[in-house]
């Protein structure tokens, strides 16, 4: 019998702008205030891009940064999935451009558009590949600007969102390694949570920057996250055959803290065992679950041999797991 072969995390990296836009800052452009802003969402600052910066130049740090720490060289990845809302381009893909720029050879190279839930399911797609044997080492990338279609005159959007990336090799390996991921999304409420502009839509002319604006009906999106999450760590705990109790780390999408909370509850977890980085990043979307868990690595928090759940949930809507043994 042939050996099984897993996806095991062999390095990770991440890449934050510089500029830092602190909850004092956005009280001078919209009527809100930091008091409200860390009540509501337990954002203190997030990062911002600098004019001349793009996804694909975050991503290219967060990337070399994993290969590094995976003592691998460009020419060893196989596959390179990147999970973006925000692209450089509307094609080439930001992987195609990333990968150029990495210098990773013609290795198959695409973006998947999963919104905050985009690196969770690059995870799992470069997961399949290493586990049916096409790759050996596949580097995932979750990379964002979302500050780049926010409205600073909205008030319910813009106090929310961060810019960054975040990035992990997944190499084969006979020991586990990610032991399940779980994909799941309703296109039903798009309305609660979008973007309003696309390419085949058409654009405006006499408005171009019109609806490139995120809208949200937050109080519903919200109702709607906490209960998906609570049932997708329930089904990835179930799947694995394994309690609660067994989890070492929880590594949450950092969209909001108190959804962080309610989700921390149901797995019966303490606030020490989950990742959060919200309050330092404000929502990265794609990048938020990579940040966090690189920022845990190298932090020495998460230690090899540990069991750890990830989850995101974004916009489609879309929601998606990851359970793994680092
Ligand atoms: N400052 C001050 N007041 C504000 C602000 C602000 N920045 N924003 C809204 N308010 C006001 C509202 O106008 C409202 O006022 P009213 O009562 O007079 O009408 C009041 O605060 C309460 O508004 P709610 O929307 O009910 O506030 P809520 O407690 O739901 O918090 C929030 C809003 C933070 C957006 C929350 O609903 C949330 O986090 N939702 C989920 C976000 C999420 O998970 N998104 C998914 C990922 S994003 C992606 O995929 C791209």
Known sequence: MSERIYARISGT???????????????????????????????KERRVVADDQTTCDLAEVASK?????????????????????????????????????????????????????????????????????????????????????????????????????GAAVLSADSAPGILSTHLHANGAHADLLKVDVGVSRGFKPDEPRAGISVSMRGNEVFKVAVNTLGRIVEETLEANGIDRSELDWLIPHQANLRIIKATAKKLDMS????????????????????????????????????????????????????????
Not at 17 to 41: A, F, H
Not at 86 to 110: K, Y
Not at 278 to 287: I, R
Not at 297 to 318: D, K, N, P
């Open 13 to 43: 990296g991440h890449c934050l702008p510089e500029r830092v836009m602190t909850n004092l800052d956005l009280e001078k452009l919209v009527d809100t205030s930091d008091q409200w802003i860390q009540e509501r969402t337990g954002i």
């Open 271 to 326: 606030m020490d065992q989950v990742i959060v980085t919200v309050d330092k990043h404000g929502n990265t979307s794609a990048a938020s679950v990579p940040l966090a868990l690189d920022e845990a690595i190298r932090s020495g928090r998460v230690e090899r041999g540990q069991l750890i759940l990830l989850e995101a949930f974004g916009g489609g809507f879309t929601w998606a797991s990851a359970l793994l043994r680092y």
């Open 65 to 165: 940064r994993a290969l590094e720490a995976a003592g691998l060289a460009p020419s060893d990845i196989d596959l390179l999935v990147v999970g973006t809302t925000t692209p450089d381009l509307v094609f080439p893909s930001t992987a195609c451009l990333l990968q150029h720029r990495l210098g990773l050879g013609e290795c198959g190279a695409f973006d998947v558009n999963a919104a905050c839930s985009g690196f969770v399911y690059a995870l799992s797609v470069a997961d399949q590949f290493i586990r049916s044997g096409q790759a050996k080492h596949v580097l995932v990338v979750g990379a964002e600007t979302l500050t780049r279609m926010l409205d600073w005159g909205d008030r319910q959007t813009c106090v929310l969102f961060g810019d960054g990336a």
